[in-house]
Each structure stands twice: as C-alpha cells, then as structure tokens.
C-alpha cells in the first residue's frame, strides 16, 4: 500500500510540475502555429509571475494578481509582435531580447519597489489561488484505491491546474473547429494563401500572440501564486525552454502537448521524489543525475524517438510580399 | 464590342527605380477570354496584382464593369468579382481542397457549418463547370493540374466573374494544359471573363479572343488573336524579329563520349523510376528526351549527373564509369568534363542568395582562376562574372546585384554561362527554358546548337516539345521509365505525342 500511496503523490506532484509547462507549451503552439516563432515564453512567463504576485500583494487579490500577469505578459507579446511582425525582424533574436528584459527588470522593480532582494513579500492567504477541495474528498479518503485517488489527484489543486488542463480541449477546439483556428494554422503554413484570400497576415498573427501573452501570463501567475507564495528571481528556471521542447516533442498539437508536458512533469517529480533514496539493483544516484534527468530525456526523446516533427512551414519567417 | 469588364487608364506603378508599369490603357471585353503577353519583367504580373488590390498603383484608375473601383486590398478585389489563379498557388498544402476553399470565405465562426454549407455549394460548381476534385483530399497528395483546379474553384466560390490567370501551364503537363482550356472556354460560355498571362504564344493562339502585348512595362499593342500571327506577337514582344525554330545544320556525330547501359534507378519510395535504360551520346550532337513529367527524366538526369543512387547498370563518360552510389564527387565530374544544368535552377542551380558573381563560379569556386592563395580573387571573379554578362547577355549587367532580383530567363543564363564557359566535353541540361521568355529562348538554342557545332555531346531533356523537336538530332520518349522510341527531328508532334502517351507500348503489349 505503500507504493500505491507513493506513486498517487508522484502522479499528484506530476500533475502541479506540468502545469506551467502546459499553459507555456500551448502558449507556445498558438504562436508557432501562426508563424512565430517564440523563445520568449521563459520571459514572458517570468514578468507574468512578477507582476501577478506583485499586485496580488499590493491589491491584496489573488484575481487582480492574474489579471495583472496576463496584461503584463500579453504586453511583451506585443512587443514580439512589433518587433518580428511589423518590423520583420528576426523572431529568434527578439524573443531572446524579451528573455533578458524580464529577467533583469523583474528583479530591478522587484527591489525597488519591495526592497526584498528582487522577491515580492509572502502572499497571504486570499492573496494566492488556493487548493479547492471537492465535495467529499475527505470523506472517502480511506476508501482504497479510488480515495486517495480522488482525494489526492482529483481534488485538492487550485483554479489554475483545472484551468490548464481545460485548456487543452479548448485548444484543439479553437484550433481545429473555429474559422480563426483554420486562419491562424493557414498563416502558419502558407502567409501568402491567408493574403490573397483577402485576410490581414499581421492582424492574424497578432490575434495569435495575444493569445500566447495571456496563457504565459497564467503560467507565471501560477508559479509565483500557487506553486510559491510569492515572486522569486529566475523563478521560471527554463521552463520556457522545456516548454517549447515539448512543443516540438508533441509536433505542435494540444492533446499531444499535454501528454509531452506531463512526461517532463513527471520526470521533474520522480527526481525529487527518489532524490537520496537509493534504488533497487542501480543503489544511490547522485542528486545532480536526478536533476539532470529530464533534459537528458528530452534530448534523447528529440533526438530519435519521435520521428520528424515538421513545423508549421512559414515558421520564422517574417512575411513579406513577393513582388 | 461587348460592354468593358474592366478598364484600365492610365496605370503607374514604380518598385524603387523600376518602372514596372507605365502609363498602361487597357480594356477588357465581357465573357471574352483576353490574352496579356510579355517577357519576363515586363509588367504583366505587377498589372494584375495591382487589379487583384495586391499593390497599389501609383496613379491611374481602374474600373470594373463601367464603375470607378477602388481596389486597395485583395478583399475589394474579390468583392468586385475579381478572382485570381496565382502562378505559385496560394494554397495551405497540408490542408484539405475544402479547407482551402473555404479560407478567407468561411459563413460562420464555427467550421462545421462552414464546411457543410461549402461541400454542397462546391459540388454545384463541380457540375457546372466539370471541375471534379476530391473535396476532402489534401493538397499536397494531388498533381499539380488538380491543384491549379482547386485554385479556379476557389475564385469561383467567392463569387468571380473575373477571373485572372497567371502562367497557368508552366507547371503543366500538355494534357493538364488541354484540360485547364476546355475549362476555361466552358467558363466562358457561361459568361465568365477570362485574363490568361503567359509567355507561351501557343497558348494565346489556341484559346483567347483578344490579346494585349507588353514590352517593359509598356502596352505595345492589343489585337484580335483571329488576326494576329505568332511572328507578330513575338516580335511585338521582344522589339526585334525573333527566330521561333533556330536553324541548324546537319549534325556531324563523332566518338561516344557517354555511354548509359541498362541504367535502372528507384526514387525514396522504392519506385522504379529509370527501367534498364541504355543509349549513346555522342561527341557533336544533341540528344533530346522528351516525354510528360515524371516519367523518369528527371532521375535519369540526377543519376547520370551523379546526384542520384543507380540500383544497377553503367555511365561510361569518355570510357571511364561515373561512380552511381550517389555519392559521387560532382567536382571530380566537372574536372572530367561533365556539366550540369540542373531542372530546377532555384534549388540545385544557384543559391538565390547570392550576388550573381558569386553563382558564376559557383562549383568551380576551387579553380585557381579565381584564387589568390587561401582567398577568393574577388578581381578575377569580377572580370569572369562581367564577361559572361557580355557574352550571354544577362540583364541588368550587374555582377553584385542579388540573383533573387533576376528574372528566370536571366538566372538561367546564369547557369548555362557558368556551365558552358568550362568548356565541357558534355553537357546535360534539363528544361534548358523553362519560365524562360521567347527571346532568351532564342538565345539559348542558339548557344546549344553552337556548343554541339563546337563537336561537344549535349542532352537535353525537356517537357516542352517544340523545344525538344527544333534542338535534337535524334529524339528518345520516355514512358513510364522506359525508353520507348528513337526519332529524328524530322518526327511530328502527333507521333510523339502518341509516343509520350505510351500508347505505342500499350498496343504492343
């Protein structure tokens, strides 16, 4: 029974590890199915979970927190927008450039308005997206099996997580099943098709990034408002990256994407969970390969074991009329 | 005259320094089909996007239907009954010929219905106008000629009585080609106004009504096509006579200098493409290989070349074998005298890129001509790039300007200057012509025929066979990989058409 309990608190910590995975993953799939290419998903999560935990604490409310962190992180995509849009500049460079404005202005802002060495104050109960608790969830905890299941798995997280997860079928729905989702994967595969068919290819894809912006902004709002209790520097720690690793992993579909963020998810939770214990047969792993574990897998899995991933054809490329 | 579609006055429209459209009147009668025909760069494609609200002119007016029409977007375009067939088709490949229809037109936010409404609505105009395609197939699973089908459906769909072509056969078969007229005179018929770009003169004879010539974007002239000659419209066209069959003398076939035997290759899937081909090419004379595309030429040109992986037989060049794992070194068969002007010039032949001195070395950039020590010898190559301007008349004469910025008879030239000024004992060229205009045609069979004068062995493959009839000393049809037929020039069209068609083969077997 043991194990069972041990493996439903990994599955439990998979599922909260994947989540601004998958709000950064999907962010990342509606730009890049428009033809943006987006590498600023870590910056624009970054200045989502500073300015969501910063007006949480000064407004004292979780809601204007995250409203805050979706204008915050929809701002930066807007930029994006005007810099690899408008100005046809190079998408990879811009994203990169958004990356170190939020790392640095985050922190600056951070201080001088906290004083705190760049963290926001601890967010105080009603200033953070708590866990709801399902009707019944204590009541059939020791029932087992379908308890702990239901009580751990099920119940238990906060708005964000079923938010995220709803997500995905609304993804695959506006993607799939909506005149704006059959536009947005036209300007991804062929701009010009999209123009001559008398539709605006920059209104298009800014539609897209704005979409992008506010499920960064999301994802911030939920590391430094659900998964910590305030803002933290470099609290994203690369999961933009991952995020856009298993965006390539799910060859840019949702469902797939869901699946690609909660194996990275999963990873990230058995590490933690095995750190310092020892194994059977292997015996005691150094922490540091624990760690290191799910960017060896992603590589490996990226390397050879997905087949090729074919990316929306105009993908990067600034569209310019031919003459 | 039937009451004007359209009406053009007065059109300008500059790019920069170019003045790609000037001053330009045309007028084009309703439920005719208008020929507008013109070399490479002479405004034709500008004038049509400038209709299609693509660009916008810089003076002049446009009315459609009588009316003054402000055309600024392509939507005005569309909601005025203009429909466009682009030469590159602006179709999502990945998509479905449904969803492709339906994009930028869809009825509701919602696909489904969207999609529902369009497949009985499409089925209509499939009827109507014998326009059969799968509506659920994906693009890039279907030929061209049905693409180019999905693109007139398109238009249709929105509502077109305007329909605008542009180059629509360069991309077609002869049968495709045959086909996409039938369509266009039914559309015709049933009242439609047709504008058909081109630089194939065939075409304009055999289909429109009224034909309009523009010279550096100038309209030269507009005629009748009934009173109009093929001799007249390219002389309209290029400002000087032009030679339509370049004439040649009888062919003096010396050693054999490439040998093919029971050449057989596979394309990715495993296909046979190339089926135990063997033929000589001799010093002296040109052999032409003609046949419909994609029935092997283009892998017998890429094995033979050294491209491509031959699963069995031989190329002997000058009596030593080409290596055919596909892994030869093409610098080691350019130093034993093979060159290569590859069929698709964009992605094989040049690097787009580049300045175009850059891609007249390109591939011989390791000759010591053009080195000085470790270096490029920018002097040398200069003066090497500017001398092959001259000499094959590539305009504008810029060496550093980007080769993007040719036109495709030009970049062609390009190939063919930087291939033939080796000095090659062989040279394989295929679709020498294609997207290329009636004057540097001209210019280009000439070159070929002086090249074979100067006792080298040349092989041409080609999908237009008027080329292949006025080039050739002797003349092989493939079919289905196979070669299945020797002619002379002398062959007439019928003949080989039969011969492309396999028909030939069919009734022997």
Not at chain 1, 271 to 286: C, E, F, N
Request: aromatic share 6%; charged share 20%.
């Amino acid at each position: 029974m043991d194990v069972f309990i041990a493996i439903v608190q990994i599955l439990d910590s998979t599922i909260r590890l994947s989540v601004p995975l998958l709000l950064a993953c999907l962010a990342g799939l509606f730009s890049e199915r428009s033809g943006i290419f987006d590498i600023g998903l870590e910056g624009k999560m970054l200045v989502g979970a500073f300015a969501g935990a910063a007006a949480a604490s000064v407004f004292h409310s979780a809601f204007i927190g995250l409203g805050m962190a979706i204008l915050i992180s929809v701002a930066f995509a807007m930029v994006h927008g005007f810099a690899s849009i408008t100005h046809r500049g190079n998408q990879i460079v811009s994203g990169v450039a958004i990356n170190f404005i939020a790392a640095g202005s985050t922190i600056i802002l951070g201080q001088a308005w906290f004083s705190q060495g760049g963290r926001t104050p601890a967010l105080q109960p009603g200033e953070r997206f708590d866990a709801i608790v399902w009707p019944g969830a204590e009541a059939v905890r020791d029932v087992p099996i379908i308890g702990p299941i239901y009580a751990e798995l099920i119940s238990g997280h906060s708005l964000l997580v079923y938010l995220a997860f709803l997500m995905v079928p609304f993804t695959w729905w506006v993607l799939f099943r909506t005149r704006f989702g059959l536009r947005l994967r036209a300007v991804g595969e062929n701009p010009a098709a999209v123009d001559t068919a008398g539709i605006s290819v920059a209104w298009l894809r800014y539609r897209a990034l704005i979409c992008t912006g506010i499920l960064t902004g999301v994802a911030g709002a939920y590391l430094s408002m659900v998964q910590n209790g305030g803002f933290v520097k470099d609290m994203t720690a690369g999961k933009g990256y991952i995020a856009l690793a298993a965006l390539i992993f799910a060859k840019w579909k949702p469902v797939n994407a869901m699946f690609a963020c909660l194996l990275f998810g999963f990873l990230d939770a058995a590490a933690i969970r095995l750190q310092g214990s020892p194994l059977p047969i292997i015996g005691k792993v150094p922490v540091q390969f624990m760690q290191a574990l799910p960017y060896i897998l992603t590589v490996i899995l990226l390397a050879g074991f997905i087949g090729k991933a074919i990316p929306p054809r105009a993908g990067g490329v600034p569209y310019v009329k031919e003459r | 005259m039937a009451q004007a579609a359209i009406e053009l006055i007065g059109i300008n429209k500059s790019f920069g320094a170019v003045r790609a459209n000037r001053d330009i009147n045309l007028e084009i009668a309703r439920g005719t089909i208008h020929g507008i025909v013109g070399e490479n760069g002479a405004g034709k494609s500008t004038l049509m996007s400038i209709l299609y609200g693509f660009y916008q002119a810089d003076s002049g007016e446009i009315r459609v239907g009588g009316q003054p029409a402000s055309i600024k977007t392509p939507n005005d375009a569309i909601a005025l009954g203009i429909g466009m067939v682009h030469q590159h088709f602006m179709l999502v490949d990945n998509f479905t010929v449904l969803e492709n229809i339906i994009l930028g037109a869809e009825s509701d936010a919602l696909l489904k219905r969207s999609i529902t409404k369009a497949r009985s609505e499409l089925e209509r105009l499939e009827r109507e106008y014998g326009l059969e395609v799968d509506p659920d197939a994906i693009i890039e699973e279907l030929p061209v000629g049905l693409q180019q089908r999905v693109e007139i459906l398109k238009a249709l769909y929105r509502g077109a009585e305007i329909l605008i072509l542009d180059e629509p056969t360069g991309v077609l078969t002869p049968a495709e080609a045959d086909h996409l007229f039938r369509i266009l005179k039914q559309l015709k018929e049933q009242g439609k106004t047709v504008v058909l770009i081109t630089h194939k003169l065939r075409e304009i004879m055999a289909i429109t009504d009224t034909v309009s010539v523009m010279r550096q974007g100038t309209m030269v002239a507009t005629r009748e096509t009934k009173k109009t000659t093929v001799e007249e419209l390219a002389e309209l066209m290029v400002g000087r006579r032009v030679l339509l069959r370049v004439e040649k003398g009888e062919a003096e076939a010396g050693a054999v200098k490439l040998a093919v035997k029971n050449l057989t290759v596979k394309d990715s899937r495993g296909v046979t493409m190339v089926d135990d081909i063997s033929f000589d090419l001799r010093a002296g004379e040109i052999v032409g290989i003609a046949g419909v595309a994609g029935n092997g030429q283009s892998e017998l040109l890429e094995a033979i070349s050294g491209i491509r992986h031959a699963v069995s037989g031989s190329v002997m060049l000058d009596g030593k074998p080409i290596d055919l794992t596909g892994k030869a070194d093409p610098g080691e068969l350019r130093d034993r005298g093979l060159a290569h002007v590859p069929e698709d010039r964009h992605h094989v032949g040049l690097v787009l890129a580049f300045e175009e001195n850059e891609n007249s070395i390109l591939g011989y950039h390791d000759d010591p001509r053009y080195l000085k020590g470790p270096f490029l010898n920018v002097d040398a190559i200069m003066a090497d790039a500017k001398d092959k301007i001259e000499k094959y008349d590539i305009r504008p004469s810029n060496p550093r300007l980007k080769t993007a910025n040719f036109s495709g008879g030009n970049q062609q030239k390009i190939v063919l200057a930087r291939e033939m000024e080796q000095d090659p004992g062989v040279l394989i060229v295929g679709q020498p012509t294609r997207g290329v205009d009636v004057g540097a045609i001209e210019f280009i069979h000439k070159r070929l025929i002086a090249m074979r004068d100067q006792g080298k062995a040349v092989l041409v493959v080609s999908v237009e066979l008027d080329e292949i009839r006025s080039l050739s000393d002797r003349i092989l049809v493939m079919f289905a990989g196979r070669i299945v037929g020797e002619r002379g020039p002398e062959a007439t069209e019928g003949e080989l058409g039969l011969l492309m068609a396999g028909v030939e083969q069919e009734a022997a077997a």
